[in-house]
């Protein structure tokens, strides 16, 4: 029972001292987050390429007229290029199944294109 009181007291006492306590030496050891050290990065480079593959399952929707029909798989390859600040290439293929031929879309300045 003396415990809890001890706790309690003690909470109450942090609470009442946390508005003195300077907040700019709190703030000097806070790091920052990851995601805002590699958007630097990126940032300094000027330009990166990246590859990304992509894997979709379509799934029809549970209604009479799709009664025996089943989930189609595809795979898909995208790669890019960035060269900051201001134009991007990204190509885009599909498995070697499907019909579908690949696309490439292009962004210079405020210029988009589908080629």
């Given amino acids: 029972m003396c415990t809890k009181y001890k706790i309690i007291f003690l909470l109450v006492a942090m609470m009442m001292l946390s508005p003195f306590m300077p907040r700019d030496v709190l703030a000097q ?3 920052p987050p990851i ?3 590699i958007a630097k990065q990126v940032e300094l480079s000027g ?3 990246f590859t ?3 894997e979709q399952t379509l ?3 549970p209604i009479p007229a799709n009664i025996g029909q089943q989930e189609n798989r595809y795979d898909s390859f995208i790669t890019g290029e ?3 600040p201001d134009f991007a290439r ?3 293929k599909f498995e070697a199944a499907t019909q579908l031929v690949p696309i490439t879309i292009e962004q210079d300045g405020l210029d988009t294109y589908l080629i």
Wanted: proline share 5%; hydrophobic share 50%.
């Fill in 59 to 61: 799934i029809p929707q």
């Fill in 82 to 84: 960035v060269i900051l």
């Fill in 35 to 37: 995601w805002q050290l």
């Fill in 47 to 49: 330009a990166y390429k």
């Fill in 90 to 92: 990204l190509d885009l």
């Fill in 29 to 31: 050891q806070k790091e």
């Fill in 52 to 54: 990304a593959q992509i």
